[in-house]
């Protein structure tokens, strides 16, 4: 089952550069487990960082733009952590199953020249099969939409440390270039909407199977607002499998787990 193993959250609310777990470059880290608790005092982020994964799921959904307003969000200037200028980042590490390689997932949201969100890049990457070490491949890489993406399972591109902290355009207009002479395994892409992730667009074609399997992770997310005081009122009839978005339902899913259990499927 695909899980993530780690998780940086750069200027998102409270969040200005947060990292939990494991990921391609912190090797060393302890992973996130199945079942992750976070336990702090009111007010150090708790909050935020759920929303993080719903803000992620949003993007997917909805598009950069109207994710920033849903759930009373406030629009981007509002969850841009306070006192800081440029982007917010998300980097997600995660497995498709125990045995799989892991894929690295980068998102980084932006404003344009008329004051709206849109997606300023976007890249997937991961190691090649026995690479154990180095930098992984990348096998999709946007920025302002355009960009490469690589097809099939093994395909991709290895960027070194000094591409990384060159100029992104100047990658990109390289990449692109090299791709027209790869032509079987390489795609140009330009988006029509900056503002839709290009994960959503390309996960839908056959040709992408690993863009496809990260968009469908993210697409299986379920994710409940728990909130103490509607957990007390009178619950619905009947088990229900999982909590609604207000968690108003958790004597149901009790119930659902009791049966469960009872029908002998912890």
């Known amino acids: 089952m695909a899980r993530i193993e780690g998780i940086r959250i750069k200027n998102f609310r409270g969040l200005r550069d947060v990292t939990l777990g494991k990921l391609w470059n912190l090797q060393n880290a302890e992973p996130l487990t199945p079942m992750t608790a976070v336990i702090g005092k009111n007010g150090v982020g708790k909050s935020s960082l759920f929303d993080a994964f719903g803000f992620l799921a949003d993007c997917l959904r909805v598009g950069v733009e109207e994710a920033c307003d849903l759930r009373g969000r406030g629009g981007f200037q509002r969850i841009m952590s306070q006192g800081q200028i440029g982007l917010i980042e998300f980097e997600v590490y995660y497995k498709e199953d125990g045995n799989a390689r892991p894929i690295t997932y980068e998102m980084a949201v932006g404003i344009d020249n008329t004051g709206r969100p849109y997606v300023q890049k976007e890249r997937l990457r991961q190691r090649r099969k026995g690479q154990s070490y180095g930098w992984p491949f990348s096998f999709l890489v946007l920025n302002d939409g355009k960009g490469v993406a690589w097809k099939g399972e093994q395909e991709g591109r290895q960027i070194d440390e000094n591409e990384e902290q060159g100029d ?99």
Do not use: C
């Open 168 to 266: 992104l355009s100047e990658l990109i207009e390289n990449l692109i270039l090299k791709a027209v002479e790869e032509s079987k395994e390489t795609e140009v892409v330009e988006l029509e909407d900056k503002r839709k992730l290009g994960i959503a667009t390309l996960g839908s074609l056959k040709q992408h199977p690993r863009i496809s399997a990260f968009r469908r992770f993210i697409e299986g997310w379920y994710l409940s607002y728990f909130t103490p005081d509607a957990a007390r009122s009178l619950p619905l009839a009947g088990p229900q499998k999982h909590l609604n978005i207000h968690g108003d339902n958790l004597g149901n899913v009790v119930q659902f787990m009791e049966r469960e259990i009872n029908r002998g499927r912890p």
